[in-house]
């Protein structure tokens, strides 16, 4: 019997196969050899793991290049030659680490099925030269690094100085008979790096165009004398800070200046200059939340001031153009500037919005004649000690579609956060699900599992997900049970030599390996983790004799440097384990393990690896999730309460194959207008009264006793997300995850069926529906042929 093949040998396949698709394999490796003899020439003739990483990475980008120049034509391990280890030289290359939370990874996902689906698509963003940063665990606390992704350069990218745009800043606006003219800018361009997006098996290259502020090469040089040189220089470094580092905040806004100069940069178009009749035919700008919502103010500068088109076809053609999707309901990460920074920084674009705002409101009191408090919650601009510009109310306004990205999400957005916009325009208002790219977080990151698919259903789930379904009829299969439980047990096995070698830590393979990784925040809920995992603990000590089923909880995340709150949850979870890694009556029953710096290249890791998804939010707060999905796809089961798209993942997989507990949205509600008490759930439960004491009394941080005093606080006295209300039933529902992991047959038959039910959760089917629900784009049937044919 052949030996089955490694991880490690089912990606040097893949690699293999995909070197040899971009090309002849000898001209591969003369393309490999010439790179790397540039790199060595420099100042050295050793090679390091590093230089064969450039060689290979600009190995595969000069074979793209042929494809990427025909897309935009069209539409506007061990390697046997090379005797190197693929997967090795993987590792070397830097996360672009380039979002927050989900909403990049998001972003990363539509890139790809843009282009699989030979959709003409750019991805616009800021090239940060920081971008989120790296974490570190020290004495139990987050201390944070910058994340120097560039400092070995990136090869993937070209910048691209033929295309750089002057963005104004500062200034004066004046009013005149020929039209109005913003005077005395200050100015900073706007350099664009691109990087090809390679589509899936179909030969289209779309481009994902990152911008970086350069200061201009007469930058205050009029001050040019010794002391003024000096000046002048360093004011090129504060114009160029604009792109310098990521905000590391997630669904939280802190409104700082030079945030606001970045997302200017979003609307600095280069519009078709023939009719702008066509101009939304041509061009659709989806703003992926409020962060590029001065795409539309400044479209319309554009097309008033520069190209001198009447306001009402101007704002037309920007409303045409113009779709916004919505990420969030907590009213903290919404996005209100003030009013004084926009008159100092962006005059014309205050005056702008403005007139926006004065025509919007005029058409809402035509229709609700006297109603001034509806006129209040709908304007622009919010009145108060700091006037402040409403950008999401800038974004419904200046849209033509409006979404949100889980069908729960787009209800509440019609129902609550939106309202008023909605009875006003309720056609505007759509759903789009999110999805999540089966390449990378199927194929790529779990080769083994891809393979057993393959073998049962073939190639065709890949790009089409819906396929899956043809796993139904197999739930049952004995052989397919077994192969799925395997590959499950050697990603662990593999996970878990991972953790030693990066950590030092042990954890038992055969243990159920429970993960819980996202931002960390007070409504995505790590605190009701960390009572169910001190109540485990509490119930081994009591009864040692007991038969418990191992687990090894993994809680890995960020928290914004400036959160306090989520700072000590980390703080919480990794004083929580070394109290219990370290009792000895607990042994290797449980494990807490905080997972340092998550990021997509651990992820890709950490997921295939995981048996139980916690999806925990308090139900109302998740938009949608993208997480959910992929543990899903990726054979573990999910405990989770009726938020975001675990509802439709319930619907999809059928109730019964979750893990469901929980308030439900009404509950939640429900709970509000009564008034929700933490005190009667410390009261009337013990065991959740036990485990409260023990982190406010100091049992976890016995040389700071009062450390979690301030958690215990918020907990019983002021919590938004009513953790403790869903304490009973989330213990009781690991239980039951529990009671059906001890029957691993009927576990791994559960997981068959939720991967067969994964199927509408791919970001394929969600770019589908964008794009033919909001750019009126259809994907095209006949894709780009590759360079080496000829063309019609």
Known sequence: MAKPLTDGERRKQISVR???????????????NRHLHFTLVKDRNVATRRDYYLALAHTVRDHLVGRWIRTQQRYYERDPKLGLDLEELEEIEEDAGLGNGGLGRLA???????????????????????????????????VEEADDWLRYGNPWEKARPEYMLPVHFYGRVEHSPEGVRWLDTQVVLAMPYDTPVPGYKNDTVNTMRLWSAKAPNDFKLHDFNVGGYIEAVLDRNLAENISRVLYPNDNFFEGKELRRFKSSKFGCRDPVRTSFETFPDKVAIQLNDTHPALAIPELMRILVDVEKVDWDKAWEITKKTCAYTNHT????????????????????????????NQRHLDHVAALFPGDVDRLRRMSVIEEGDCKRINMAHLCVIGSHAVNGV????????????????YELEPEKFQNKTNGITPRRWLLLCNPGLAETIVERIGEGFLTDLSQLKKLLPLVGDEALIRDVAQVKQENKVKFSAFLEKQYGVKVNPSSMFDVHVKRIHEYKRQLLNCLHVVTLYNRIKKDPTQAFVPRTVMIGGKAA????????????????????????????????????NYRVSLAEKVIPAADLSQQISTAGTEASGTGNMK?????????????????????????????????????????????????EYYDRLPELRQAVDQINGGFFSPREPDCFKDVVNMLLNHDRFKVFADYEAYVACQARVDQLYRNPKEWTKKVIRNIACSGKFSSDRTITEYAHDIWGAEPPALQTPPPSLPRD
Not at 18 to 32: H, I
Not at 123 to 141: L, T
Not at 637 to 645: F, S, V
């Open 18 to 32: 995909g070197l040899a698709g971009l090309g002849d394999v000898a001209e591969v490796r003369k393309s490999f």
């Open 108 to 142: 990363a996902c539509f890139l790809d099925s843009m282009a699989t689906l030979g959709l003409a698509a750019y991805g616009y963003g800021i090239r940060y030269e920081f971008g989120i940063f790296n974490q570190k665990i020290v004495n139990g606390w987050q």
């Open 329 to 356: 309901v907590l009213p903290e990460a919404l996005e209100r500037w003030p009013v004084s920074m926009f008159e100092k920084l962006l005059p014309r674009h205050l005056d702008i919005i403005y007139a926006i």
């Open 406 to 421: 889980a069908r729960i999400h787009s209800e509440i957005v019609r129902q609550s956060v939106f309202k008023d916009f």
């Open 561 to 596: 440097p400036g959160y306090h709150m989520a700072k000590k949850i980390i703080k919480l979870v990794t004083s929580i384990g070394d109290i219990i890694n370290h009792d000895p009556i607990v042994g290797d029953r449980l494990k807490v393990i905080f997972l340092e």
């Open 631 to 679: 543990f899903m796809l990726n054979g573990a089961l999910t405990i989770g309460t009726m938020d975001g798209a675990n509802v439709e993942m319930a619907e999809e997989a059928g109730a019964e194959n979750l893990f469901i507990f929980g308030l439900r949205v009404e509950d939640v509600e429900a709970l509000d207008r009564k008034g929700y008490n933490a005190h």
